[in-house]
DNA sequence: ATGACTGAGCATCTCAGA
């Protein structure tokens, strides 16, 4: 079973670079972030023509989740569990299948609206990683992929691209992620390339692309279980070199 | 000495992205 992650920036402006993948690389999950619509704009006939039904957890202009599936899928939450009544930013989307839970996620920057913008990251992550120990807790099967917006490590983002004061590398969104990881998660990638930079975004300014000065900050995490039957996870490179791409590229997970 | 991006929207500039 393939599971894959993908921010698109904008699905309309990318329908046809998704449909192209879809038939190319056939998963039988794809999580997309940053749809930039609300489910009425959605393109959801084309991917419906390939096999895939649409959840879509829509959003005018900003963020926006969906999940297209070509297998049976319970949409359990169309926002991350906690977060107040009157959060009106489409962020997270959660599936069960197969005894499995999967989240995907589009997790704040944070480096913009000053100290509250990076206040509303680190009180999202919390709750993230509080669904996390619940999932866990619960013995469930779980995978919590999509774009994090955190550079783990100082080798997953290229020299030069971020200061030390990013909100994509700063000690306390590290520290926050890091507590999912001490909650027994698995960063899939990182499980199959340990060492070494292997990126997943490239800003479109500067020749980021050809220069290959990058970023890691697409993630999936994995319940011990399902780090156990994981065979194969990676950036899909080829996506950034086509024409009008989306910044970042979709990471693949398989499972046995 | 130095270039310099993309998408959406009550748009011809501003915001957000990272």
Not at 82 to 95: H, I, K, M, W
Not at 144 to 158: K, M, Q, R, S
Not at 226 to 231: H, I
């Amino acid at each position: 079973m393939k599971i894959a992650t993908w921010n698109v920036n904008s699905v309309r402006s990318r329908e046809g670079h998704v449909a192209r993948w879809l038939a190319r690389v056939q998963p039988e999950l794809l999580f997309l972030q940053e749809i930039k619509c609300e489910a009425a704009q959605f393109p959801a006939l084309t991917f419906e023509a390939l096999g895939y039904r649409c959840e879509i957890v829509g959003q005018k202009s900003y963020n926006g989740v969906a999940v297209l599936s070509r297998i049976p899928i319970e949409v359990t939450h169309r926002s991350l569990p906690g977060l107040p009544a009157d959060d009106t930013q489409s962020r997270y989307v959660e599936v069960r299948t197969e005894g499995v839970a999967v989240g995907g996620l589009y997790l704040p920057n944070g480096n913009s609206g000053g100290e509250a913008g990076y206040a509303y990251k680190l009180a999202w992550m919390e709750l993230l990683a509080d669904r996390a120990a619940a999932l866990l807790d619960a013995d469930t099967p779980t995978m919590l992929l999509g774009d994090y917006n955190v550079c783990p490590e100082d080798v997953d983002f290229a020299p030069g691209t971020l200061s030390a004061t990013d909100a994509l590398v700063r000690p306390e969104t590290r520290a926050r992620y890091r507590r999912m990881i001490y909650l027994g998660l698995t960063d899939a990638v990182r499980a199959v390339q340990p060492a070494g930079p292997i990126y997943t975004f490239w800003d479109y300014q500067a020749g980021a692309w050809p220069r290959d000065r990058g970023l890691r900050i697409d993630h999936a995490l994995l319940s011990a279980d399902l780090a156990e039957r994981m065979v194969s996870a990676m950036p899909d490179r080829t996506e950034r070199g086509a024409e009008q791409p989306s910044d970042h590229v979709p990471v693949v997970i398989e499972l046995g």
